[in-house]
């Protein structure tokens, strides 16, 4: 399928060799492409980076001034900011954010109770447009376990180099100092997004083909903003880190992009069926798991340090 519209329409080619359209203007979409071993034809208008100045679309500016003070580094402002934060205990961090005795405040103590029944400490992720992407990536690599078969290509220099440390320390070493590096940090997003529409278009063209596909995939092309590839990114994926985040169904997509189960406590919903959401619910099981904690289902922090009595 070649999806065609008018200023934004460019073609890449992976590994593979199969040609689609992408939209390119920003270096850190060159830089992306590159990552994935992937070359493109031109630039265009399309994504741009999201910088420290932009406006963050999801909270008012008091906080994100508070969560800039959070993340800059023990040793000083000089040093690199942490796009994700360094652990502190959870439970302490609920305390700290959660004062109140409304039925807000409540509902969200009860949350983090039940999390730290499974984890001892969190990590809080920058709060911008990319806060899903980011905090999904960062557990995903930062996990020992074994990289999918996609990720295993050669010429995916980024993963493969990850994909060659042996050992939790290590790559957890690695994965922060990515995270320091916004360069490669945004360019990694970026080459994420790319995935993203490579995967929306297979589920699109099994679909139009009349093949079995999931069923969030029929709830991602029934809106009218993304009635197909095309329009999803133009309407979503091109706005994801600038003006807007991931929307709940483009969760699943992200999870079959990166072939990852992406397993969510979204503490607003404690005490009912949605409090942990997982998706998919039927991702094949040699799918590694992320585990994410989300308070609105906007922002998104990363549990660690699973309780012992938990992993036995």
Known sequence: MHVVDEGWSEEWSHPGGQL????C???????????????????????SRASHSEEDMYRAADEIE????????????????????????IMDYCKKEWRGNTQKATCMKKGYEEVSQKFTSIRRVRGDNYCALRATLFQAMSQPAALPSWLQDPELTLWASLAE???????????DELFTNE????S????????????????????EKGREVPFFSVLLFARDTSSDPGQLLRNHLNQVGHTGGLEQVEMFLLAYAVRHTIQVYRLSKYGTEEFITVYPTDAPRDWPVVTLIAEDDRHYNVPVRVCEETSL
């Open 183 to 186: 360069e490669e940090e945004y």
């Open 188 to 207: 990694l997003y970026e080459a994420v997004k790319f995935l993203m529409l490579n995967r929306a278009i297979e589920l699109y063209d099994d679909k």
């Open 25 to 47: 203007s920003s270096e850190a979409a060159h830089t992306a492409c590159a990552l994935l071993g992937w070359t493109v034809s031109h630039s265009c208008r399309g994504v």
């Open 66 to 89: 508070k969560e800039k003070e959070l993340l800059i580094h023990e040793r000083g402002s000089s040093e690199a900011r942490l796009s994700v934060a360094p652990e502190m205990d």
């Open 20 to 23: 689609q359209p992408v939209a």
């Open 165 to 175: 440390l042996r050992t939790a320390e290590a790559r957890q070493m690695a994965c």
